[in-house]
């Protein structure tokens, strides 16, 4: 596991179920104010049920805040009061960012520049979680491949500002930037 550092920026990257969401709890799980920022929203009961056993899964002390689009002024607003906050995930931020901006490609652009800024500037340690799309399948439809060109752009910009880019594979962490200690 990684040493979290005073206003550390991490972005935890990997495929479905490789393991992102749980590395991201354990490193949070070393301080003791931790905010999680969950970017989801219920749209079925698929997604309810997700969500659910998400929760469950979180320490009780955690406190919770369900944004899907203002992951910004979340991290403004209450950076100031925990150690770290965990955003999970950027990929569902990604299809938000979609939905509510839709063809406005300077709103989208504006809304990926603010993030980068306010991890800059943030008062605590931000871990972020996020599916790495760069090595699957090309969408056969216009709509997935912007979903997946805007993910892969979000992705590079906040790995520009992180101090630590970890990628997961088979629920193994392999540093791609920064220091990373594996214990197992």
């Known amino acids: 596991m990684q040493e979290m550092r005073q206003s550390s920026v991490t972005l935890v990257l990997g495929g479905v179920?490789?393991?992102?969401s749980r590395y991201a709890q354990q490193l949070a799980e070393r301080e003791s104010r931790v905010i999680f920022l969950a970017t989801a929203k219920v749209s079925d009961e698929e997604m309810r049920i997700k969500i659910d056993k998400?929760?469950?899964?979180?320490?009780a002390d955690w406190i919770?805040?369900?944004e899907p689009l203002e992951l910004v002024k979340v991290i403004a607003q209450q950076g100031h009061e925990c150690d770290v906050m965990v955003v999970d995930c950027l990929t569902i931020f990604a299809a938000n960012l979609l939905?509510?901006?839709g063809e406005d490609r300077n709103a989208i652009e504006g809304r990926v520049?603010?993030?980068y800024s306010a991890l800059?500037?943030?008062?605590?340690?931000?871990?972020?979680?996020?599916?790495?799309?760069?090595?699957?399948v090309v969408p056969a439809y216009p709509l997935g491949r912007r979903y997946r060109d805007l993910l892969g752009e979000i992705n590079q910009?906040?790995?520009r500002v992180a101090d630590d880019v970890v990628l997961m594979v088979a629920g193994l962490p392999l540093a791609l930037k920064g220091h990373l200690e594996v214990t197992l």
């Open 99 to 101: 939905e509510a901006e």
């Open 54 to 59: 998400h929760r469950g899964e979180r320490p």
């Open 113 to 115: 520049d603010a993030l």
């Open 157 to 159: 910009s906040v790995a």
């Open 120 to 136: 800059q500037a943030a008062s605590c340690s931000v871990v972020l979680v996020s599916n790495e799309v760069g090595s699957g």
């Open 17 to 20: 179920r490789s393991g992102k």
């Open 64 to 66: 919770t805040i369900e």
